[in-house]
Each structure stands twice: as structure tokens, then as C-alpha cells.
């Protein structure tokens, strides 16, 4: 079975600054790839999701995340992060139509 | 259009004691999934179905939980007897398309909160 490794568990930053969340995934194959983020009292809802085609994919709120086949890895990317982006972030692979999760990351935004 | 809809919210039962839950998928979606969220971890698939069939259930106790989505909708999911490490968040998400079908996203609802005792 597939297991997602994330990790940082808790990452503090100030605002601007650049972000980087690692994920990996135990092994290939044909598998689909999503970040979900969970703001503090919400649902968790989808930020980006890789099927197939350009390995470097744009999602909302300006996160991209880069597929690295070689590497069984999907990190995510935000150039100069906001307030507004403390939340927990998963990270999702769906292999055979089963998702397996990791068990997250905390984003800390400073003002 | 409606998102998924959970309830109870919160539950606090004693060990032993059974509950259940219920969750609404957004209509016409056609698989539906239920996870399990201890806190500081994951979400852990407990069951899928696709339509009132279950496609997979391989990490549901299935001596102590049950689940059923009569006639393709709803769908709620047992639990008799609680134990004290069931205590988690019970999320249910629902897809438009078939499971397996790559391109299909899953909707969260809000979860139901669950503390044994």
C-alpha cells in the first residue's frame, strides 16, 4: 500500500516569505496527486491536483507544486506567503482509485 | 451548489456505547468515502462506496464499525462498541465519478467530532 510522507510537521514563517513543503510517496506508477488545505474551522478543500501532462501545476491562492517522477515527490510552492495562509496542508496520492494521505503540515504565517 | 453535509457534529459518547453517524454526499455524486482523522494525523480511508456498492472497505474494523448507503445517497456509519481509540474526526467526502477514474475530486463535508471516554 501507498504511504505519503510530509516532511515538516510544523513550519513557522513570516509574511513574504517563501515556502516549500516537502511530500514524497512510496512508489510509482500511474497515481494522481493532490494538495488539500484545511483553514483553521473549515473544511479541508482542494488546493492543486496533478493527473497528467506539465509536472509543475498552478492551484489557487498562488500555490504551485512540481511533480518529480524520479523522485516520487510533489512539493509545494508559494512564492511570498500571506497571513491568510496559516492552515494545515496535506498531501494526497490516489493510486488504483484509493487516496492515502499524509499527516499534514501546520503552516504558521507571522504577520 | 450544496457541500457535503455531516451530522452530529460532535459526539461524546463512553466506551462501549454505540453511535452513529450520517452524511449527505452532493447530489449526483456517485462515490462516496468515509475517513477517519485521528488528531495529528491524516485521513485514513475507512470505507468506499460506489453507488450503494462497497468498493473498498480493506481498513474498516469491521468487528466493531459498519457502513451503508442505502439506495445510492446517504449513507451512515456505525460504530458498537466504542473503544477509547476511536476518538477522532469522522469525515465524509463524495466524488462525481466512478472510483478509479482518474480527473475526479473529492468534496470534504465538516466532519463529525467523536470522544470516547
Known amino acids: 500500500a501507498q504511504s505519503v510522507s510530509q516532511h515538516n510537521h510544523h513550519v513557522i514563517l513570516s509574511e513574504a516569505a517563501s515556502l516549500e513543503l516537502g511530500c514524497n510517496y512510496s512508489?510509482?506508477?500511474?497515481?494522481?496527486l493532490f494538495w488539500y488545505v484545511q483553514y483553521p474551522g473549515q473544511h479541508l478543500q482542494l488546493l492543486l491536483k496533478y493527473f497528467s501532462g506539465d509536472p509543475l501545476v498552478k492551484g489557487i491562492k498562488g500555490f504551485e507544486a512540481e511533480f518529480i517522477k524520479s523522485k516520487f515527490s510533489f512539493n509545494l510552492r508559494k512564492p511570498s506567503v500571506q497571513w491568510s495562509d496559516t492552515a494545515e496542508y496535506f498531501c494526497a496520492v490516489r493510486d488504483a482509485g484509493k487516496s492515502t494521505f499524509g499527516d499534514g503540515t501546520t503552516l504558521t504565517v507571522k504577520p | 451548489e450544496a457541500g457535503v453535509a455531516q451530522s452530529p457534529r460532535y459526539k461524546i459518547i463512553e466506551k462501549r456505547q454505540s453511535v452513529a453517524f450520517w452524511c449527505n454526499p452532493i447530489?449526483?455524486?456517485?462515490?462516496l468515502y468515509w475517513y477517519q482523522q485521528i488528531l495529528g494525523q491524516g485521513p485514513k480511508l475507512l470505507i468506499q462506496f460506489q453507488n450503494n456498492g462497497v468498493v473498498d472497505d480493506s481498513q474498516l474494523p469491521k468487528d466493531r464499525f459498519s457502513a451503508e448507503r442505502l439506495k445510492g445517497v446517504d449513507s451512515t456509519l456505525k460504530i458498537q462498541p466504542a473503544k477509547l481509540e476511536d476518538s477522532a474526526v469522522y469525515l465524509c467526502a463524495s466524488s462525481l465519478g466512478p472510483a478509479g477514474v482518474f480527473g475526479y475530486e473529492q468534496y470534504f463535508g465538516p466532519g463529525t467530532r467523536l470522544t470516547v471516554t
Open positions: 512508489y510509482g506508477g500511474t497515481v494522481n
Open positions: 447530489s449526483g455524486h456517485a462515490t
